[in-house]
């Protein structure tokens, strides 16, 4: 019954703290961006709706810290904790329905991210910039096998692209040109409508028209989000273009950062309750709770802020992601089974 009691109470003060926390981060931002934004209603809301779910983005881990840390005050002034010491629960036990139910939350976390709910942040910003959920990305150029390819438009929600030129090398030799002024991405792969293919025979050259389908696996979100440098791409997408960047002998550096953040990052939350968790006081006789609860907050935020750059360090390329995100991680895992050891 305990466990249960503590189980829904954490619960409880998650909900409370992350509705107040992304309440206030929406609110804030709402008031900078209300003059950037466009007249339309509608637009407005969506603009709210998805600031909304990137406050919940930033905030998630967060709140299952501060969650712990205002439940245990509340126990604490309440003597409730105490009681149920007496009562023959030990520290563990106390703490297992709390870790056990922010690892379930943080598997919740862990799957939205498999989801378009990454690309939140992205969304609000085109609303914000370009009056619109969609925004172009200009002027990309990236390799396919032995292939160069350019675009001078891509639209990535519509998954279309416009002026499309393909170089087909062998060696130093330029072999094929392929021009197009459309193309949609269909299945997996694009589709070029009315292509100009140029082809170099050695001792001849033909010029052709007909549709084509190239570029397989290339999805329109990997290259505006992988291309462009940005982080907000899910993990799906993520290890699909991995995989993809493997294949054609592509630096995935930065690929790499993405995929460890999303797996790995979430779980410092658990683990950092572990930590604080151990330096609880039973009751507010033997310590000031006020003092307790002010080194807790800052510890917790100290500990995200080093966690949060250093996956952004990796994200830029600075630090390799193994050495921004691995490695803390695992030193964080360490620490805190150590401090669970002497529960």
Known sequence: MAKRYLA????????????????????????QAFKKLPDSANLQLLYIF????????????????????????MLIRSNELVALYALGYSKRAILAPMFLTSLVLTFIYFFLHLTSFTYANEYADNIRKYN???????ELYFKYNSSYVYFDKLLPLAQEAFDIRIF?????????IVTAKRAKFTQ?????????????F???????????????????????????????????????????????????QKLKAVVYYNLFYPFFAPLLMIIIFYFVPI???????????????VFTLFSWGVLYTLAKMAFNGA????????????????????????F
């Open 319 to 342: 630090l390799k992601p193994e050495a921004a995100i691995l490695i803390p991680i695992g030193i964080l895992f360490i620490v805190s089974f150590y401090f669970y050891k002497k």
């Open 168 to 176: 087909e090398t062998k060696g130093r030799n330029l072999q094929k």
């Open 283 to 297: 009751t507010a006789r033997i310590a000031s709770l006020n003092l307790f609860s002010f080194g807790a907050i």
């Open 50 to 73: 998805y600031r909304f779910l990137h406050g919940i983005d930033i905030l998630y881990p967060i709140s299952l810290v501060f969650a712990m840390i205002g439940l245990k005050v």
């Open 132 to 138: 619109s959920l969609q925004s172009a990305t200009k």
């Open 8 to 31: 829904k109470l954490y619960s409880k003060y998650f909900l409370i703290i992350l509705s107040a926390l992304v309440l206030f981060f929406v609110g804030l931002d709402f008031l």
């Open 188 to 200: 997996d792969h694009w589709h070029l409508f009315g292509a100009k293919i140029v082809q170099n």
């Open 202 to 252: 050695g001792d001849h050259i033909e010029v052709r028209r007909s549709d084509l389908n190239t570029l397989y696996g290339y999805k329109p979100k990997i290259l505006d989000s992988v291309y462009e440098g940005k982080s907000n791409i899910s993990l799906l997408d993520a290890i699909y273009a991995l995989e993809l960047f493997y294949k054609q002998k592509i630096d995935t």
